[in-house]
């Protein structure tokens, strides 16, 4: 049987642990509901205590600080002419890059992927450029280095292209740089490629 000292020690422990307890989640909970309280206004609801009404309708903490507008993206503003000048350039781009790189073992993809880009008379042309298929390889990768507008109307315009051309085949790569003029058209509104000639040296 326990004597009166260790009866003593070991009531008093679990008095001391009740009380930590009951301390500690008083604590924790006191302190969640601050939490809350604070972080009420931010939900976009409003109370007597946190706001007060403003002439016209509008509302400012009760403190009397100030109510800051909502933020708004600034907006970019590009002019119509503009826009219709870049969009000219991207489009020349695309067109000599695709068409222009290909090689004797790739099914004439460049064919496919530029014939969205033409004209229908276009067309017709880029479809007789097919290259045959070779088991030797030969290849050409072009990338437009510089583009500028040479002159843009309502209905045409004329892209002035720099490239960097790489040609490969089994033995060796050679690099050289070419210059020519995508001619296009407006079709409804789009640019379509209606015309592409390399510069004769």
């Known amino acids: 049987m326990l004597d009166l000292r260790k009866r003593i020690f ?6 001391i642990g009740f009380i930590l307890a009951f301390t500690l989640l008083f604590y924790f909970v006191l302190n ?3 939490a809350v309280e604070v972080a009420a206004p931010l939900t976009g609801e409003t109370t007597a205590e946190t706001t007060a009404t403003l002439p016209g309708g509008s509302s400012a903490p009760a403190g009397g600080g100030a109510v800051l507008p909502p933020a708004k993206e ?5 002019p119509v002419e503009k826009s219709r000048e870049i969009y000219a ?10 068409f222009t790189t290909f090689s004797n073992q790739n099914d004439n993809t460049h ?3 530029v014939l969205i880009l033409a004209t229908s008379p276009m067309g017709k042309w880029i479809e007789t450029q097919k290259i045959k298929t070779a088991a030797e390889y030969q290849g050409v990768t072009t990338k ?3 583009a500028s507008l040479s002159n843009i109307s309502d209905n045409s315009a004329s892209v002035k292209v720099d490239t960097q051309q790489i040609k490969s085949n ?6 050289a740089y070419r210059s020519g003029t995508v001619d296009l058209v407006d079709a409804g509104g789009e ?5 592409f000639y390399w510069d004769t040296n």
């Open 74 to 78: 600034p907006e970019v503003f590009v």
């Open 170 to 175: 089994a033995d060796k790569q050679e690099t």
């Open 191 to 195: 640019w379509k490629v209606g015309g």
């Open 10 to 15: 070991i009531i008093l422990s679990l008095g």
């Open 144 to 146: 437009v280095i510089a």
């Open 89 to 98: 350039k991207q489009i020349a781009r695309l067109f000599v890059e695709r």
């Open 32 to 34: 969640k509901k601050k």
């Open 111 to 113: 064919i496919d992927d």
